[in-house]
């Protein structure tokens, strides 16, 4: 039986645990995540086995459980997992599912599961040398941008946050930027939530941030951390859309700071939204970490 309860931060030293040695590049499986996206997700979990297993509920009303992560034989976890749904009157569905994950699942329980591609929660992977060099004729407008922006703000500076003024700062920065956006898209209203309790717990879940500061204000902050041995993930990435070149920028900088001895770089889903999916599609991903929904054959 499986006993799902509400993540707390005391939760990650145990959730963590089962994380370490994971190879799936998929950005769910990050305490950092799981944690901070609560408010939306009502995401709850629990360890059996050596074996972390969470569920959450999406903004379908659907609850979907997760890929289980650990040392419990893959069918049995599942089949606990399904025994779940049932106890709790509630349809079997999974979320998240990768191709590597769905390949395993087909090993071990094979014609059980219709995949149902979700194009909204594809991930995007680069190449880190990519993200940082920006070499080529596909991303020349991109070392424009940083050349726009170097021109234009000659004082400008990249700094790795550190401390707790710094911090301070990148939540200033944020209610300004939420300000401007708040009347355009209320889904924006959890990435806020998330983005401010990375912030407020940012030593807790030991994350990595980078900032630009203009005319000693900062104007655009990004946070990330390890995903997996050879995967750097960034969670977070805000900059004031009027000052030509500071996502362009904060973007490059960071991953040269802070993320170059990881092959990858997962920028996670555009979540529907067309102006990420230009966005992160304009960066020309190495990987478009393919997703999916999981049901049970009738």
Aim: aromatic share 12%.
């Amino acid at each position: 039986m499986i006993n799902y309860k509400d993540i707390e931060l005391s939760d990650k030293k145990l959730i963590d645990a089962c994380l370490t040695g994971n190879t799936y590049r998929a950005c769910d499986f990050s305490f950092a995540n799981l944690y901070s996206w609560n408010a939306k997700f009502k995401t709850q979990f629990d360890v059996k086995n050596q074996t972390l297993f969470l569920r959450f509920t999406e903004s379908d009303g659907y609850m979907y459980y997760m890929m289980p992560i650990g040392h419990m034989n893959l069918k049995c976890a599942i089949e606990e997992m399904m025994e779940d749904a049932k106890a709790n009157n509630i349809p079997f569905r999974m979320k998240g599912i990768t191709l590597r994950m769905w390949d395993d699942i087909k090993a071990v329980m094979p014609d059980r599961f219709e995949y149902i591609h979700d194009r909204n929660n594809d991930e995007y992977l680069y190449l880190s040398e990519k993200l940082i060099k920006l070499s080529g004729k596909k991303l020349q407008s991109k070392r424009n941008h940083i050349n726009r922006f170097k021109a234009d703000n000659p004082d400008w500076e990249y700094f790795p946050i550190f401390n707790q003024h710094e911090l301070d700062e990148c939540v200033e920065m944020l209610d300004k930027w939420d300000k401007v956006h708040e009347d355009k898209d209320r889904t924006l209203k959890y990435d806020y939530i998330a983005t401010r309790k990375m912030l407020d717990n940012f030593h807790a879940l030991k994350l990595k941030g980078g900032a630009i500061r203009v005319n000693g204000k900062i104007v655009a902050f990004t946070i990330g951390e390890k995903l997996t041995e050879d995967t750097f993930v960034v969670h977070v990435e805000k900059a004031f859309s009027e000052i030509n070149g500071a996502y362009t920028i904060i973007n490059q900088q960071f991953i040269e700071h802070e993320a170059t001895k990881y092959t990858y770089v997962n920028r996670e889903e555009d979540m529907g939204l067309e102006s990420l999916r230009k966005a992160k599609s304009s960066y020309y991903p190495d990987i478009l970490l393919q997703e999916a929904i999981l049901i049970p054959k009738v």
